[in-house]
């Protein structure tokens, strides 16, 4: 009784000396405001452009604006923290302790420290804001000093209120093949979850980022929006729960299904960070945000423009030999790219990989195939002037390997039952929880670019899914644990490959794009969009990617017709002009393509060369959207002096004699002359716009029209036509 009684003093005591504390983190254009009270739980105020003075807030009226509530003291409500004290009790209440601010270079972090006032358990929640892009991360350091273990059954990174009214959520769903697809709903009442649980990738079905439009369905260049992107590689859960507040509750973080964790005395857990960011000019002010934010802060060599390169995937699948190697590099060096990155199928002693059925985990180079080695194929790249590149996919092994045969302990499997197999009936997945896994892992990348400095680039696959649960390395209490150690384990590798071998360009690939997020990017420089080349499913793919990536680090390639996967015949000028709104590259065999369409690519690639800067470093203004199904889709891109831009335009259905809409452009300069040149230019004649100049003012009112089919000889007709203009400011 004595106990109860004196915390309840100690209560009275808090909230006598409370003092209401209002804290604002500013990031560039940007406020987030709480209040921070001592001795209450701390509360959300405000989210949204800059501030401009402190009186012009007025407090949320809705009683539950926790800003990072923790379960078991008002259980109706959403929770972000859920926690099973040592001693069972599973009732969580924080209250601040203090916070403080410091300066980092880029900005500053802020901290609330919150404090359960019967439990030994604290929160640090922080929050980075940048002083030159409009970005805060967001993330939780739970510490438990209690005498046991504690369990964490929920830990968000952060939640986030959103004022109801006419709340539409953008977001990315797909599957393999058909990935980054937009889906945009409005937020009604109940609960909206994205959720993933693949255990490996995380971006097939679903994507870890959305945005909030505020003002109804959201427009590309106008409207208020929040954008939020959780930065983590494994399982994520995003949820929004609408329930009879004057509020959405947003709130996001790792997926806690099957996942509870035991956080021993004196241990911390820090979720991954929540980004967030808003924008007043629309979907694509919030696309610029996360882009601008990505390439400075977030993503490997994100200032470095892209080489255009030549993969043998869809040239030659696992048919890997010396001369058509060679074959390809002369090929892509003719075309001018810069360099050739050899797929899948070049190793294996034991177990040759000519199929998807043995040898992951044996990355040796098959001598039969290869009898040079990596040796004999750098020469050639030198040889060529184009620099080379290689694929593994070190996570993985078959049990027709060698390693498997060396470590079946490795894999991961529940007990007591045999491994459940993936790609080609033999894949498993190695254990990344497992610090001698990490290592091994580590030493197939360390010892390619140690024994080889030469490799400029590694295309890094990961074709399976934690499909079984289980980890022979962890403990039987602590299988829960499996998907974030998995994911700790492999940042962990990351971050020594990148100490040790900072400038090597990584591509995250996972069965196309499984690994599309902000979680990996810090330490791989793009991702492959998807196995799906087709230019038209593209357009839809690409868009929807560029909702959160920049251009730079979709990997877009030219293939051949028809698709392999879609078996549709595209135009190669329509396949050359998607593929060139990202960073371009080629999919293809060079030996069967013909002399003119050689010179098509070769004159697209050194176009490509001119704009590479402004597409890749520069500001995209999407302007008319392909899932609106107006026969087109558009968008450009602009440099930040607004004095180069190109614009795409790209028909995605055909019909004779129908009517397209004129496009407007966007993001230029109003008072600037842009002078028009067509690129990757096929047809007979000119565009009647081609040499002419118009004004900024002029291209963004009315936009120019585009001819709906290519003026070119009979045997170059093509049911699809697009167009690539570049735009020069006088
Ligand atoms: C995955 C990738 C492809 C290719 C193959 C090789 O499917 O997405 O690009 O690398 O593996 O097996």
Known sequence: MNKYFNILLLFLAMSV???????????????????????????????????????????????????????????????????????????TTLHVTGYDTRSESNGTITTVWLKDPVYNLSVALRYRAYRDVDMIETWAEVTNGERGTVTLTQFASGMLPIRRGDVWLSHLYGSWANEGIVAEEPLLAGQKVIANKDGVRNSHTAHAEVMFSLDGKGRENEGNVIGAALCYSGNYKLRVTTDDT????????????????????????????????????????????????????????????????????????????????????????????????????????????????????????????????????????????????????????NTLSELYERHPDWVIKASRRPEVLGRGGTQVVLDLSNPKVQDYVFYVVDNLLSRYPDIAYIKWDANMSI??????????????????????????????????????????????????????????????????????????????????????VMASHISAVPNHTVFRTTSLKFRIDVAMSGRLGMEIQPKNMTAWEKNLCKKAIAEYKEIRPVVQLGDIYRLLSPYDKRGVASLMYVDEAKDKAVFYWWKTENFQNEHLPRVRMAGLNPNKLYTVRELNRIDNNPLDCEGKSYSGAYLMSQGLDMPYTHDVDYNKKSDWSSRVLYLIAR
């Open 17 to 91: 000396q409370a003092v209401a504390e209002r804290l604002t983190i500013q990031s560039k254009g940007i406020s987030l405001v709480i209040d921070a009270e001592k001795g209450h739980e701390p509360t959300f105020v405000y989210f949204g452009p800059k501030l401009v003075s402190a009186s012009d807030i007025q407090p949320p009226r809705s009683g539950r604006m926790g800003l990072y509530p923790a379960y078991g003291l008002n259980t109706p409500t959403d929770a972000a923290l859920s926690v099973r004290h040592a001693d069972g009790n599973m009732s």
């Open 246 to 397: 004057e509020y959405h509750y947003f709130c996001a973080g790792i997926n806690e299904e099957n996942s509870a964790y035991h956080l021993k005395r004196g241990e911390t857990f820090t979720t991954p960070p929540l980004a967030l960011t808003f924008s007043s000019e629309g979907l694509s002010g919030v696309s610029r945000n996360f882009h601008k934010w990505g390439r400075m802060y977030k993503l490997a060599h994100g200032d470095r423009p892209r080489d255009i390169l030549l993969n043998s995937w869809e040239g030659v699948y696992f048919d890997i030999n010396e001369a058509g190697m060679a074959d390809m590099m002369r090929e892509i060096a003719g075309m001018g790219g810069e360099l050739f990155v050899m797929d899948d199928g070049w190793f294996g002693d034991k177990y040759p990989r000519d199929n998807d059925h043995t040898s992951l985990g044996d990355w040796v180079v098959n001598k039969r195939k290869l009898p040079h080695g990596i040796d004999g194929l750098l020469h050639e790249a030198k040889k060529n002037g184009v620099k080379f590149g290689i694929w593994i996919e070190p996570e993985m092994a």
């Open 467 to 552: 499909m079984n649960h289980g980890s022979q390395y962890l403990s039987v209490d602590n299988q829960s644990h499996l998907y974030i150690a998995y994911h700790r384990g492999f940042e962990s590798v990351c971050q020594r490959i990148r100490a040790k071998f900072p400038d090597v360009v990584i591509q995250a690939c996972a069965s196309g794009g499984g690994r599309a997020n902000w979680g990996v990017l810090p330490y791989f420089d793009e991702f492959w969009v998807s196995d799906n080349t087709d230019a038209l499913q593209r357009v839809y793919m690409q868009w929807g990617t560029s909702y959160f990536f920049p251009a730079m």
